[in-house]
């Protein structure tokens, strides 16, 4: 604690201003705007979406990253090469969506430095995923609008739409929507233009 009265007083006074500013909506949409702009710039991202939500703090993420409207990704997600994201795409922590992998196949080179192949197939996630924390998903899988992806899991193939998978290698273990009309619902809405709302962010 700092033993100056000026100091005392000035803190717990800047943490009220802070919070009285956070709760008016148009000052909180510029500080985020902000702050996603100098992300896109910092990371090259050009085709990343205005509305989309980046924690600054990430590990990798390649140039040529594709990601739709209000897609997010937390902290420390790493994005390898010739992937897509749908729009509201949630990623969580340390997501690893893999890139190229290395040469093998080259006698008298090590591997470190046979360099690494090209990714042929893009890597599609779409629209309204959920990809829990920690969740590996390998290079040219394609997964289905609505899916969820648990904590921890490793995707090694396409999954079905509005599908719930996990383990290693993940596997379906249950549907998102018990009927096909919730599932048609849901459907004619991703259908429409982008809708607008508050995004859930991670709290510290």
Not at 25 to 52: C, D, E, G, M
Not at 193 to 198: A, H, I, R, Y
Request: hydrophobic share 40%; proline share 5%; with cysteine.
């Amino acid at each position: 604690m700092y033993r100056t009265g000026w100091k005392i007083w000035y803190l717990p006074m800047n943490r009220k201003v802070r919070r009285k500013l956070g709760g008016v909506s148009w000052f909180r949409n510029l500080i985020r705007a902000l702050r996603q702009r100098y992300v896109r710039l910092k990371y090259r991202i050009p085709h990343v979406h205005p509305t989309a939500s980046l924690y600054p703090r990430q590990q990798f993420l390649s140039a040529d990253l594709v990601a739709h409207e209000y897609a997010f990704l937390a902290q420390n997600c790493h994005v390898g090469a010739n992937v897509e994201l749908g729009r509201y795409v949630m990623l969580g922590p340390s997501v690893l969506i893999v890139g190229g992998d290395h040469e093998i196949n080259r006698p008298g080179i090590p591997m470190i430095f046979a360099g690494r192949s090209e990714v042929a197939t893009k890597t599609i996630v779409e629209a309204d995923v959920w990809i829990g924390a920690n969740a590996i998903v390998m290079a040219g899988v394609r997964i289905g609008r609505g899916s969820v992806v648990a904590a921890g899991a490793v995707v090694t193939k396409d999954i079905e739409p509005y599908s719930i998978v996990a383990g290693v290698p993940a596997k379906k273990i249950k549907d998102r929507f018990d009927t096909e009309e919730e599932r048609r619902r849901h459907d004619e809405m991703l259908d429409q233009p982008p809708e607008s709302g508050e995004v859930c962010t991670l709290r510290a």
